[in-house]
């Protein structure tokens, strides 16, 4: 049974920092596109940043340079570093885990206030 398990979130001012993290198992963590997403009040969900099974990663514009996505193969687990937070970064943040299936975690609030 494939299990996406966020955390790190919480409320922070802006400027600050905090740092997500995704543990997964069930299924064979190497083989599959990871990503991080986020949905805000009223607003769909986007696509925050994403990494490959070959490591290569993207970001979405508004997060770049201060956001990193990583993953560690041997602990099964995707974070997000998250810098320079900004209010309009409050959001629910998921992990998703694309294999041959699609799954994705319950999500774990950001709230940056100014």
């Known amino acids: 049974q494939v299990q996406l398990v966020e955390s790190g979130g919480g409320s922070v001012q802006a400027g600050g920092s905090l740092k997500l993290s995704c543990a997964a198992s069930?299924?064979?963590?190497?083989?599959?596109?990871m990503g991080w997403y986020r949905q805000a009040p009223g607003k769909e969900r986007e696509s925050v940043s994403y990494i490959r099974p070959d490591g290569a990663t993207n970001y979405a514009d508004s997060v770049k340079v201060r956001f990193t996505i990583s993953q560690d193969n041997a602990k099964r687990t995707l974070y997000l570093q998250m810098n320079s937070l900004k209010t309009e970064d409050t959001a629910v943040y998921y992990c998703r885990a694309d294999c041959r299936s699609t799954y994705w975690g319950q999500g774990t609030q950001v709230t940056v206030s100014s």
């Open positions: 069930g299924y064979m963590f190497t083989a599959c596109g």
